[in-house]
């Protein structure tokens, strides 16, 4: 994706505030997710590569090679903070890579945690899942996060882009209302378009309602760990 692309991703959202996953040890890995396309909310990474198992992008191009030991000592960031996100209730958390071959993780939160069916308020066993994602978030500061709203196939695809889209910004709002930083977030809604489960049940349609996270290492916390000065 040219620079460009992501430019205009960042004037639109203006607009809008105004109005395959390894279980494998973080520790032998690390990881850059992105987004593109979608509203970035804040000013996220450059341009954006690599997919996990379904085909979402969630990879970052970071101008240079990252070495084993740099990887290493991210991996065991990321394993520190996956520890503390598995104890939230509601969310699903695994471990994911980009093509850079650096660690991120990944959390899903499923709509009968977040969302009513066809709303996109979040209720309140969310917000105080959400509470505590937050504090994580802030306790892990060299970290950027992704934020992907999914719907099920029920209704037209301009209904499914706007409400996909609404569940992602809720939970942005979320964690800017308990202090994380909005230039470390990212949103984007992908409607039906990425299932997990089968859209002909009651069942796979509630488990295709969902948001999911990815959290990534920043540009600092490369450069600290390329200098081993991450602790």
Same mark, same amino acid.
């Given at each position: 994706? #040219?620079?460009? #692309?992501?430019? @205009? /991703? +960042?004037?639109?959202? +203006?607009?809008?505030?105004?109005? %395959?996953? /390894?279980? &494998? /040890?973080? &520790?032998?890995?690390? =990881? @850059? $997710?992105? !987004?593109? =396309?979608? *509203?970035?909310?804040?000013?996220?990474? %450059?341009?954006?590569?690599? #997919?996990?198992? #379904? %085909? &979402?992008?969630?990879? +970052?191009?970071?101008? $240079?090679? @990252? =070495? &084993? =030991? *740099? !990887?290493?000592?991210? %991996?065991k960031k990321m394993d520190k903070q996956k520890a503390e996100l598995e104890q939230i209730n509601g969310a699903q958390v695994e471990n994911t890579t980009d093509s850079n071959g650096l660690q991120a993780i990944k959390v899903t939160f499923d709509s009968g945690i977040l969302f009513a069916t066809n709303k996109s308020e979040l209720n309140a066993a969310a917000r105080n899942s959400l509470e505590r994602f937050a504090i994580s978030l802030q306790n892990n500061p060299l970290t950027n996060v992704q934020i992907f709203g999914h719907t099920d196939n029920t209704g037209s695809r301009q209904v499914n882009e706007r409400l996909s889209l609404e569940r992602a910004q809720a939970v942005a709002n979320n964690l800017m209302s308990h202090g994380v930083n909005g230039q470390r977030l990212a949103i984007k809604g992908l409607a039906y378009d990425d299932p997990i489960a089968d859209n002909n049940t009651v069942e796979g349609r509630a488990k295709n309602r969902r948001v999911e996270v990815y959290i990534i290492a920043n540009e600092e916390m490369v450069n600290r760990a390329q200098s081993g000065t991450l602790q």
């Open positions: 994706m #040219k620079s460009f #692309k992501i430019y @205009v /991703s +960042a004037i639109l959202c +203006a607009s809008i505030l105004m109005s %395959g996953c /390894s279980e &494998t /040890s973080n &520790t032998v890995k690390g =990881g @850059v $997710a992105g !987004g593109a =396309g979608g *509203a970035l909310i804040g000013g996220i990474i %450059g341009n954006l590569i690599g #997919k996990d198992t #379904k %085909g &979402t992008v969630i990879g +970052a191009a970071i101008g $240079a090679a @990252v =070495g &084993t =030991g *740099a !990887g290493v000592i991210i %991996g």
